[in-house]
T-cell receptor, first 110, second 115 residues
Framework: KQEVTQIPAALSVPEGENLVLNCSFT??????LQWFRQDPGKGLTSLLL?????REQTSGRLNASLDKSSGRSTLYIAASQPGDSATYLC?????????FGKGTRLSVIA | DTEVTQTPKHLVMGMTNKKSLKCEQH?????MYWYKQKAKKPPELMFV???????INESVPSRFSPECPNSSLLNLHLHALQPEDSALYLC??????????????FGSGTQLSVL
């Protein structure tokens, strides 16, 4: 059974900092991994999807990397802004539908 | 149109009520999902429909009854719920539920309170 761990559980940073969110998973037989953002009481917004054959994906200030063999992914956020404050969830997709980590709750202070 | 639309956004119901949650997408996706999310917890999978057939049921109590009338619509019928069923119910869709590197699109959810 896939187990997903996200570190740190919570993070508070001043505006403008670059930061890294970590995700690890136990079953490396995955097809892809998605990073999502969730605002309180809202649905999930897909940020990046990395295929198992890829090493990284970029969208604007976001960069996600995937090391499938070691069961790790990182989400890098450059020049953080208060609007980035949200919970970030990673979800590897394998032989069972998406299993989510517990998320990293990010607060960016102006 | 890259939206998954869920209605209602909020629902308060008593333990003896019957209600339904609705989900709709017009992206031509053939897989649709129901997730349940308690406060400060990650979403947990309840049901997966693939090509309008229930393919995964993660041992959800029978007081939750899913229905997929066509490839664009997904309903979740609720009956005799318990207060601990209060949660955010999220619908999602993807191109299909198979192997091929599929992006999941989520609705904004229905916040359910059971009194």
């Amino acid at each position: 059974k896939q187990e997903v761990t996200q570190i740190p559980a919570a993070l508070s940073v001043p505006e403008g900092e670059n930061l890294v969110l970590n995700c690890s998973f136990t079953d490396s037989a995955i097809y892809n991994l998605q990073w999502f953002r969730q605002d309180p009481g809202k649905g999930l917004t897909s940020l990046l999807l990395i295929q198992s054959s890829q090493r990284e994906q970029t969208s604007g200030r976001l960069n996600a990397s995937l090391d499938k063999s070691s069961g790790r992914s990182t989400l890098y956020i450059a020049a953080s802004q208060p609007g980035d404050s949200a919970t970030y969830l990673c979800a590897p997709f394998g032989n069972t539908p998406l299993v989510f980590g517990k998320g990293t709750r990010l607060s960016v202070i102006a | 149109d890259t939206e998954v639309t869920q209605t209602p956004k909020h629902l308060v119901m008593g333990m003896t009520n019957k209600k339904s949650l609705k989900c709709e997408q017009h992206m031509g996706h053939r897989a649709m999902y129901w997730y349940k999310q308690k406060a400060k917890k990650p979403p947990e999978l309840m049901f997966v429909y693939s090509y309008e057939k229930l393919s995964i049921n993660e041992s959800v109590p029978s007081r939750f009854s899913p229905e997929c009338p066509n490839s664009s619509l997904l309903n979740l019928h609720l009956h005799a719920l318990q207060p601990e069923d209060s949660a955010l119910y999220l619908c999602a869709s993807s191109q299909d539920a198979g192997t091929g590197g599929l992006k999941l699109f989520f609705g904004s959810g229905t916040q359910l309170s059971v009194l």
